[in-house]
């Protein structure tokens, strides 16, 4: 059984650029959550897909936005990168209606300067 | 906002000894979920209570669900080295799709 497995583990972009960070899901899983760390803070939902449609977003601006692809794997795409942006961002997949439990990747550090 | 809170922010204890972390939350749940998370790393799934539970165990870990109060505990007996991690709750409620976590709990076991 793979885990979830993000990509890039670091990244660096300037403010306004674009980024498009990567998930892989656990083999079986057919939804997919991001979040959101801050440093010091807990992790804040972004939005979660299920069979490739949006299925639950949280409070961040329409600039956040996701893709879900017919293997489960996930985009999430930043656009208009702000300073505020940086953060870990972590990728959680599960599979709908089963225990409830997520399955976290390793997350994406990404830096905005 | 962020529905969980954990109490306290850092507890630093001695190997061997017990650690309690609490967690409160402010609406009717479906179950709360306790993580680990090591060091800026992705958050490891530890336990999960329902709502119409009141205590679960797992090993050393020990969970409390009083639902009249809106708190969790989570107990960690014999602690070890290998247990210094930042610790979070997490709840899903009756209508929504995401999970909320709270800020978490910074615990440092001390060999």
């Known amino acids: 059984e793979t885990g979830v497995t993000q990509s890039p583990t670091h990244l660096i972009k300037t403010r306004g650029q674009q980024v498009t960070l990567r998930c892989s899901s656990q083999s079986g899983h057919n939804t997919v959550s991001w979040y959101q760390q801050a440093l010091g803070q807990g992790p804040q939902f972004i939005f979660q897909?299920?069979?490739?449609?949006?299925?639950g977003r949280g409070n961040f601006p329409p600039r956040f936005s996701g893709l879900q692809f017919p293997n489960y794997s996930s985009e999430l795409n930043v656009n208009a990168l702000e300073l505020d942006d940086s953060a870990l961002y972590l990728c959680?997949?599960?599979?709908?209606?089963?225990?409830?439990?997520?399955?976290f990747g390793p997350g994406t550090r990404l830096t905005v300067l | 906002s962020q529905q969980g809170e954990e109490d306290p922010q850092a507890l630093s204890i001695q190997e061997g000894e017990n650690a309690t972390m609490n967690c409160s939350y402010k609406?009717?749940?479906?179950?709360l979920q306790w993580y680990r998370q090591n060091s800026g790393r992705g958050l490891v799934h530890l336990i999960l209570i329902r709502s119409n539970e009141r205590e679960k165990h797992s090993g050393r870990l020990r969970v409390t669900l009083d639902t009249s109060k809106k708190s969790s505990s989570l107990l960690i007996t014999a602690s070890r080295a290998a247990d210094t991690a930042s610790y979070f709750c997490?709840?899903?409620?009756?209508?929504?799709?995401?999970?909320?976590f709270g800020p978490g709990t910074r615990l440092s076991v001390l060999p």
């Open positions: 609406t009717s749940i479906n179950n």
């Open positions: 997490a709840t899903r409620d009756n209508y929504g799709q995401n999970f909320v």
């Open positions: 897909y299920y069979r490739e449609e949006e299925n």
């Open positions: 959680a997949s599960m599979t709908q209606g089963a225990r409830d439990e997520q399955f």
